[in-house]
């Protein structure tokens, strides 16, 4: 059995049928478990997670139904392993041998961080892929709210940008600045503050014969961080700048 939290829940069996969970509360309680994967979380923090500070006065045993419901749910999917485990104060999502796609995310994303350290920069590109392709959308986006889930979806999301910037970086090392050039316009205008992407895109520009544009992405991005934070570009965007205008393609590094 197969968790996926790298977008909407959903669970899918060894077929690859995908299975999902229509109750909404039961959906943000499962959610929870599986952010929570192989440790407990208690009556009091599912409790917080689906009914904030106003719980009603039975929650308690609204959640042991809650429960009760999705090991149903989930046996249909499994038949053979039941996760969802009591254990003191609460219950645990216990994987067996199943998987959860935000685990798979974090390996890939640390080998490709660890490859290119190592400066083997395919295989660092390859990991930082696969483990980027793993998304599917927003990280449980219709169930926000909890603590668990929000938290949870903080660190994915930064973590992904992370390995968006790993992933470019090391195909700049690999001589694909023409294919990156498309994908950082629209990663700089998502990200706008992120100046690691301004930076990899005037780069690619410039590997790409193309100074001018690469010398107005720092005009913009300069405006851009005076204008909304009343602050310069970092050194990096600063030195890039300058090596472009004297036009040193000795001295421009092919990535960071």
């Known amino acids: 059995m197969r968790f996926e939290i790298l977008g909407s829940l959903r669970i899918v069996d060894g077929q690859g049928v995908c299975a999902t969970v229509t109750a909404p509360k039961m959906e943000s309680l499962l959610a929870a478990l599986a952010v929570r994967a192989g440790d407990v979380v208690s009556m009091d923090q599912m409790r917080t997670e689906?009914?904030?500070?106003?719980?009603p006065r039975r929650a308690a045993a609204t959640l042991h139904v809650y429960i009760s419901q999705l090991r149903k749910l989930l046996s249909r999917v499994d038949q053979d392993h039941s996760p969802i485990v009591t254990r003191f104060p609460?219950?645990?999502?216990?994987?067996?041998?199943?998987s959860l796609d935000a685990h798979e995310f974090q390996r890939f994303a640390r080998q490709g961080r660890s490859a290119f350290r190592a400066g083997r920069y395919q295989e660092a590109s390859a990991a930082c892929h696969r483990a980027l392709a793993?998304?599917?959308g927003t990280v449980l986006g219709e169930l926000r709210g909890g603590g668990i889930v929000d938290e949870f979806a903080t660190w994915a999301e930064e973590t992904r940008l992370e390995c968006v910037e790993w992933g470019n970086e090391a195909d700049l090392m690999i001589g694909r600045h023409r294919e990156l050039v498309g994908p950082l316009y629209a990663l700089v205008n998502r990200h706008p503050l992120v100046?690691?992407?301004?930076?990899?895109?005037?780069?690619?520009?410039?590997?790409?014969?193309?100074?001018a544009d690469a010398l107005q992405v720092f005009q913009r991005v300069r405006s851009l961080l005076d204008r909304e934070l009343s602050i310069a570009?970092?050194?990096?965007?600063y030195e890039l700048q300058q090596q472009i205008l004297a036009d040193d393609g000795a001295r421009v590094p092919a990535a960071a």
């Open 134 to 136: 793993l998304w599917r």
């Open 195 to 211: 100046e690691a992407f301004h930076r990899q895109l005037m780069l690619a520009l410039y590997r790409s014969d193309r100074r």
């Open 233 to 237: 570009p970092c050194r990096a965007l």
């Open 90 to 98: 609460g219950y645990v999502l216990e994987l067996g041998d199943g």
């Open 50 to 55: 689906i009914w904030g500070d106003g719980p």
